[in-house]
């Protein structure tokens, strides 16, 4: 089948896997805080000697981004940035208190909103407030906005521990800047960069998107090549979520000025293979790495991991996110904070958790979360028994197309399915068929 004759009948409304079972097939009815915590304490008795992973929301941003996906609260006013601050050590030590002891934390992220819009004194005070240590040894990362990152923020947090940093660029082109209402200079960015290299930042990250509004082949290529020749160690090359439904800052433009179908798998066929011939390797589903950055050995290795944050190298079972909106992963089940500041505020001001839905794991979710984790992490998983024949049926077609091969009890992406990973772990999705797959949910796969 010819490329584009597959880019029709894949690109259908499709998850983006960063957990199993998907949000919005949560049992979040008959869920309830009580039930998890008490997942959560019996996880921590099993794995709490691998330590925990810990993301903190920050949602705060000056101004609105019109393809933003994430939770954010749009203010100017940075009288927010301390009581947010002091609500999330809060939060930290509620669960402190229920684990009844501080728990190894492993990996810690700084995401957002915009974790740079609060200054970089405030952000020391929660680091401190959450570790107690002047420097740890954990492995700490952030999300820096190119337009308000400064030298006081990357000083600070690398004295802190921080060695890792992620930078949204999205594109330099200045058509799709005025679209998205994002604004950054290749020269900001450079600066930042060189800035965090010369500090000792250990790895940076880039985040690009392709399919935004206004982007043509000839920015995009542009853009890439600024970004190559800075060299972050990582790059995010992400497919635009459009979903005005859900975010009406999309709205602020129309279908027609968005790149759909062949136009945008060409962006991202020509995006991918500038990356891969400047040394870039490709890890799971939209990330490009150097040879010489830990997510690369962790695809190696098969140590590689993906949940709510992305890709990473430092997996844990027990993930525990605090701040509005923030997920956390037991093992066994997730639960969600509140989406709303005030929400979240009232609830920790009051000694409360503020968890607002939530999913208990069965055995089934859990060794299809498996499956899918396998497939977006090592590029194949492999079943004891036979494939069941419900999944069986929904890979012919995949099988049929190439994307996808099987051996014995194997399912092994094929090189021409990298590109249609989502729609490969559709077919592992029993949540997704039993209810139907819902076209208002999710963006499209491509
Ligand atoms: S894209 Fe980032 S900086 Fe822009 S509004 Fe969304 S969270 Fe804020």
């Given at each position: 089948m010819?490329?584009?004759k597959?880019?029709?009948?894949?690109?259908?409304?499709?998850?983006r896997?960063?957990?199993?079972?998907?949000?919005?097939?949560?049992?979040s009815?008959?869920?309830?805080?009580q039930k998890?915590?008490t997942?959560?304490k019996?996880s921590?008795?099993?794995?709490?000697?691998?330590?925990?992973s810990l993301?903190?929301?920050?949602?705060?941003?000056?101004?609105?981004c019109?393809?933003c996906?994430?939770?954010?609260?749009?203010?100017?006013?940075?009288?927010?940035?301390?009581?947010y601050l002091?609500?999330?050590?809060?939060?930290?030590?509620?669960y402190c208190?229920f684990?009844?002891?501080?728990?190894?934390?492993?990996?810690l992220?700084l995401?957002?909103?915009?974790?740079?819009?609060?200054n970089?004194?405030?952000l020391k005070t929660?680091?401190?407030?959450?570790?107690?240590?002047?420097?740890?040894e954990i492995?700490?990362?952030f999300?820096?906005?190119?337009?308000n990152?400064n030298?006081?923020?990357?000083?600070?947090?690398?004295?802190l521990?921080?060695?890792?940093?992620?930078?949204?660029?999205q594109?330099f082109?200045?058509k799709?800047?005025?679209?998205?209402?994002?604004?950054?200079?290749?020269e900001?960015?450079?600066?930042?960069?060189?800035?965090a290299?010369?500090?000792?930042y250990?790895?940076?990250n880039f985040?690009?998107?392709y399919?935004l509004?206004?982007q043509?082949?000839?920015?995009?290529?542009?853009?890439?090549?600024e970004?190559i020749?800075?060299?972050p160690?990582?790059?995010?090359?992400y497919?635009?979520?459009?979903v005005p439904?859900?975010?009406?800052?999309?709205?602020?433009f129309?279908?027609?000025?968005?790149?759909?179908g062949?136009?945008?798998f060409?962006?991202?066929q020509?995006?991918?293979?500038?990356l891969?011939?400047?040394g870039?390797?490709?890890?799971?589903?939209d990330?490009?790495a150097?040879?010489?950055?830990?997510l690369?050995e962790?695809s190696l290795n098969?140590?590689?991991h993906?949940?709510?944050m992305?890709y990473?190298d430092q997996h844990t079972?027990?993930?525990?996110?605090l701040g509005?909106?923030s997920?956390?992963d037991c093992?066994?089940a997730?639960?969600?904070n509140?989406?709303t500041?005030?929400s979240?505020?009232?609830?920790?001001e009051?000694?409360?958790?503020?968890?607002?839905k939530?999913?208990?794991l069965?055995d089934?979710d859990?060794?299809i979360?498996q499956?899918i984790?396998?497939?977006?992490?090592?590029?194949?998983t492999?079943?004891?028994d036979p494939?069941?024949p419900t999944?069986k049926?929904?890979?012919?077609?995949?099988l049929?197309?190439?994307?996808?091969?099987i051996?014995n009890?194997?399912?092994r992406?094929?090189?021409l399915?990298?590109?249609?990973?989502?729609?490969?772990c559709?077919?592992?999705?029993?949540?997704?068929?039993?209810f139907?797959?819902?076209?208002?949910?999710?963006?499209?796969?491509?």
């Open positions: 010819s490329t584009n597959l880019l029709k009948k894949y690109n259908v409304a499709a998850p896997y960063t957990s199993y079972p998907t949000v919005p097939y949560w049992e009815e008959s869920f309830s805080e998890w915590l997942a959560l019996n921590y008795n099993i794995y709490k000697q691998e330590g925990i993301y903190i929301h920050l949602p705060f941003c000056e101004s609105l019109t393809y996906g994430c939770n954010t609260r749009i203010t100017k006013n940075h009288g927010v940035e301390l009581p002091k609500a999330v050590i809060k939060e930290w030590e509620i208190s684990l009844g002891e501080r728990p190894k934390i492993k990996e992220h995401g957002g909103g915009t974790p740079t819009f609060f970089a004194e405030n929660l680091i401190l407030g959450i570790t107690h240590q002047e420097k740890s492995a700490c990362s999300e820096g906005h190119p337009d990152t030298i006081q923020h990357l000083q600070t947090l690398y004295a521990g921080f060695k890792r940093l992620s930078l949204g660029i594109d082109d200045p799709v800047q005025l679209m998205i209402n994002r604004f950054q200079t290749p900001q960015v450079a600066k930042i960069t060189s800035e290299r010369a500090i000792g250990e790895s940076i985040d690009l998107i399919g509004p206004s043509n082949l000839l920015g995009l290529s542009e853009t890439i090549t970004v020749h800075m060299k160690e990582r790059i995010a090359f497919s635009y979520a459009h439904w859900i975010k009406s800052g999309q709205r602020h129309d279908e027609n000025d968005i790149p759909q062949d136009e945008k060409a962006l991202y020509m995006g991918r293979e500038m891969m011939r400047a870039y390797q490709e890890i799971g589903m990330h490009f150097l040879k010489k950055d830990s690369y962790a098969a140590s590689l993906r949940n709510f992305g990473t079972k027990i993930l525990i996110g509005v909106s997920i956390s093992h066994t997730f639960a969600q509140s989406k500041v005030e979240y505020l009232n609830h920790v009051n000694g409360t958790l503020s968890i607002e939530g999913h208990l069965n089934m859990l060794s979360r499956h984790l396998n497939l977006m992490c090592k590029g194949a492999h079943f004891d494939i069941p999944i049926n929904r890979l012919v077609p995949l049929a197309d190439r994307l996808i091969e051996e009890h194997e399912v992406v094929a090189t399915g990298k590109s249609f990973l989502r729609n490969i559709m077919a592992f999705d029993e949540r997704l068929w039993k139907k797959p819902n076209t208002t949910l999710f963006s499209k796969a491509l």
